[in-house]
Structures are given as C-alpha cells and as structure tokens.
C-alpha cells in the first residue's frame, strides 16, 4: 500500500488551514496583514513537513512505527462476554497519540470500538474490550486500524495489522468453566444453586475411613471400630458412601419454530443450547452419563449418554451446528426414536415452549408415553417481557384490553404447568435468563430425592 493512502490530516490542520483562510479574508480589507499571513502559512508548510519527517523519517531500528496486534482465544462464547485486547507498542523516538479502530464482525452492529491512547517512547500498552455474540457460526474480523499523530499533530499516519481472522462462536463454554469451578468448590449456591438436603438414600459403598466429628453416628461400622481398638488404636471407623454413578441425563431440544423467539438478543434454542452444554458437564461431574438428542421435524442429532473424556467436546461441536427451523415439531417421532435408542431408565429434560394450553394438549400423550418409561421434565420458557407489560400502568382502555389479553396468555403458561403434573410429569416454567441454574436445580433436586 503506497504511503499516501496511509496518510491523514488532522482536525488541527484544518482549523488552523480555516483561520489562516479567515485572516486572508480579512487582509483583503487590511492589506498590513498580508505578508505576517504568508509567513504565517509557510510557516505551517515547514511544520506540516517536518510532521511527515517525523512520521515517516527513520526511528528505532529501520523505520519508526506504532506496532498493533488483537488478541483473542480461538473461538468466542455465544451469549457471554468474551474479552478481546488490543496490544500497541511505539517503536518511534518520540510520544505519539493514537486512536485505534478495530473492524469486527457485522454481526455485532457496533460502530463505537474506537479507542484512544498516549505512548511514551518504546511504550506498551494494552487496550481490552468485550464483544458479546447472541448467534453461533462463524464471525469475521477486519484490519486493525492504527492512526499514529506526533507531538504536532498535524498528520496522521495509519497503520493496519491483523485482516481476515475468522473465529468462529460457540454455545457459552466460559459459562460452562464458571459453573464447573463453582462445582467443584461447592460454591454453586452464588449463582443461585440450591442446596438440597437428600432425601433418603440412594448411595453406593465406596470404603472405611475414620470418624471425624459431623460425621453421622448411623454410619459407625462397630466391627470394624472394635478390631482396631484391639490393635490399640481407639479411633472409630466409619462407613463411606458415595452417590450412585453412571444415571443417564438426555437433554431433548426442540429445534422447531417455537423456539425462534428472542430473549435479550438470544434465540430460546440458543438458551437451551448453553444450559444443555453447562447441565451435561455438571451431570459428569456427578458422575452420571450426559447424552443429547435434537429434533423437529426430524431427528437432527443423537449423542449417546457418556462420560469418557472427550465426551463433552463431542457435544459442544454438535450443538455449535444446531439451528432452529420453521416446521412444527413431530412430538411422535421423538418418542419412537427415545424408545428405539435409550433402553435403561434416565432423566430426559426436553426443552420446549408451548404458548397456548390447546398446543400442550395435543403433544400431551406423546408426553405421557415418555414419562412412562423415564423421567421427564419438560421445560419451557416465561414471557418476561409479557410479565413487564403486565405490570405496567394502564392508562387508556386499549391499555386495559392488551393487558387483558396479556394475562390471558401467561394464564395459559401456568395452566399448561398444571396439566403437565395432573399426569405426574415434571415441569419447570422459567424466564430465559435463569434457565440454566433452575435447570440445574432440578437435576440436583432429583438426584438428592433418589429419583435418577
């Protein structure tokens, strides 16, 4: 690229180009201020000069420059955000300013990702923003745009780094590590995890170990406890349980035109998608099998329950490919192909919305035949920007008829949840935002009940 597309004046230059210009005017009338005028304009020659000299003269090694390079990881997280930097190094004998302007994808629809920045001589600094995508596939990054200005700032010289990097966007695998870190500290109940006291047991033999205090007196082995107080040794010993392993976890997502609706930027799939991703990963940390099945029309994936390693990249690159469709869902077709594909009992979440009683109803005893085989929990989604409009103040008749028509339908939700249990099958009405910890709840819920 030839030098002079890389150059650029400044807002300085041309406001001292306008003043010159008006005193010109004005010396037409006051001919003494011609010649003070003139040198003031060569004078402004010499410095826009020395300004390219600067700029483009010799520095630090072969060429002064301003150095630029985007970070990011090798692939973004849907729904999250993702943090990108911005590394500049000044490679020139003097203090430049910068501004940078970073070309991202069209899909986020962002015209403010400029940023400006001082440099010292030989400086480094480090610029981080974050970008959060709402769909999957595939996202395009430009140049990186550096405009470097001396300390005269009459110029500008641009330097661009880093065109054509595609990176392409997952289901949120950072909100996955965020609750997988949080599980294995047990620190879950921060993000809104409830701590479920168990119900009964449901639990395997693993080994004998010493009591500590907190332990429960019912699990005292006294045989135990009396050969080694024979061996001088008083201490009690107790029996340790571990959870029964190896329960299968479906995750059912429906993929038909219900869930196209938005939610903040998201797709309802692509909410179920997260909490699929983040729910699997918790069930292998229990221990339990996770496994994957999507359909509308037709079945579009099945991922057979496991925990071996590489086990939850293969569903992570399945559900990157998923994509919603405008058919009706074929509810029959689901149910043959769980009775033909899962044999052993497991817990099947299906993810889905149903807006209307009249619609449930006529998937209803498909529902039922699932439940008979498994444990089922269907899960659909609140409208919360419904419950918004309904909290509103109503001002006007037409207000009070919308608002009469809004309660009719969020009526009809909790209906639908009422009839899901007067066939004993489980159901979790919830709000897009929370889908993924009250999913979780409920997994736990049925685990500590003994249920899986």
């Not at 030839?2 to 037409?28: E, I, K, S």
């Not at 400006?116 to 999957?136: C, F, M, N, S």
């Not at 990249?313 to 033909?340: G, H, I, M, P, S």
């Not at 009469?404 to 009526?411: L, P």
Request: hydrophobic share 45%; aromatic share 10%.
């Amino acid at each position: 690229m030839t030098p002079m597309r890389n150059l650029f004046l400044t807002g300085r230059f041309f406001a001292v180009v306008a003043a010159l210009v008006g005193a010109l005017a004005v010396a037409f009338f006051v001919p003494v201020l011609l010649l003070p005028l003139q040198v003031l304009l060569g004078v402004l020659g010499v410095l826009t000069g020395l300004d390219l000299l600067l700029l483009y003269g010799p520095g630090r090694g072969a060429h002064g420059s301003v150095f630029g390079r985007r970070v990011l990881g090798e692939k973004l997280a849907n729904g999250s955000d993702n943090e990108v930097a911005i590394y500049l190094e000044n490679t020139y004998r003097f203090a430049v300013r910068t501004e940078t302007i970073d070309e991202i994808p069209p899909q986020f629809q962002r015209r403010d990702v400029l940023f400006q920045a001082a440099l010292k001589p030989g400086e480094t600094q480090i610029i981080r923003y974050q970008l959060r995508p709402v769909k999957r596939g595939e996202y395009h990054f430009g140049a990186l745009n550096v405009f470097a200005a001396s300390p005269l700032g009459l110029v500008r010289r641009r330097f661009r780094y880093g065109q054509a990097q595609m990176v392409p966007v997952y289901p949120s695998f950072l909100q996955m590590r965020q609750y997988e870190l949080l599980a294995i500290s047990n620190r879950l109940t921060e993000v809104g995890v409830k701590r479920i006291r168990r119900v009964g047991r449901s639990m395997e033999f693993e080994q004998l170990r010493s009591y500590v205090p907190g332990d429960d007196p019912r699990t005292i082995n006294w045989k135990a406890s009396a050969r080694r107080s024979s061996a001088e040794n008083d201490t009690l010993v107790v029996n340790h349980f571990q959870d029964e392993r190896a329960q299968q976890v479906y995750c059912l997502i429906d993929k038909g035109r219900v869930m196209r609706m938005p939610f903040d930027g998201l797709s309802l799939l692509d909410y179920a998608i997260n909490a699929t991703l983040v729910l699997s990963n918790i069930a292998i940390l229990k221990h339990d099998k996770a496994g994957l099945i999507t359909f509308a029309d037709k079945i579009s994936a099945v991922v057979p329950a496991d925990r071996r390693g590489g086990h939850l990249l293969r569903l992570l690159e399945v559900l990157y490919k998923q994509r919603t469709k405008y058919l009706e869902t074929d509810f029959e077709l689901l149910y043959t192909n769980v009775k033909a594909k899962i044999r052993q009992r497991s817990l099947l979440m299906l993810f889905t919305n149903f807006e209307t009683l009249s619609g449930l109803q006529r998937q209803l005893p498909y529902l039922r035949r699932l439940a008979k085989d498994h444990l089922l929990l269907v899960v659909f989604f609140e409208n919360t920007e419904l419950r918004e409009f309904l909290h509103a103040p109503a001002e006007t008749t037409e207000d009070i008829y919308n608002q009469t028509i809004a309660e009719k339908f969020a009526q009809e939700k909790r209906q639908s949840v009422l009839e899901l249990q007067r066939y004993g099958i489980h159901a979790l009405l919830t709000p897009p935002q929370e889908l993924t910890v009250n999913a979780i709840n409920r997994y736990l819920e049925f685990k500590a009940r003994g249920l899986i």
